[in-house]
């Protein structure tokens, strides 16, 4: 599941069957997922600003997933942090 994002070296954990849940009862919702990840692009400066309320790369990851599902974690790699 996630092999696309796992290439590029995101690190994806599943937890309490959500794998099997997502797979067999949900593949659009992998597919979106695959879709919204593959093409992020975090700017260095949204991770270190300072500030209140919500920041910018929850805005953005929330406004492409919706409500995301609790039990698969997703750790973003080096690679879509950019200058």
Known sequence: ???RLKAEGFDVLAL???E????????EAVAD???V???L???VAE?????GGEAKLTQRLRHG???PCPLVLIGIPRAVVTE
Do not use: C, K, Q, T
């Not at 991770?47 to 500030?51: D, E, K, N, P, T």
């Open 1 to 3: 599941m996630l092999e």
């Open 16 to 18: 309490h069957h959500a």
């Open 20 to 27: 099997a849940i997502l797979r067999h009862d949900a593949p």
């Open 33 to 35: 997922i695959e879709a």
């Open 37 to 39: 990840l593959s093409g």
């Open 41 to 43: 692009r975090v700017p």
């Open 47 to 51: 991770l270190v600003a300072g500030g």
């Open 65 to 67: 997933f919706g409500n």
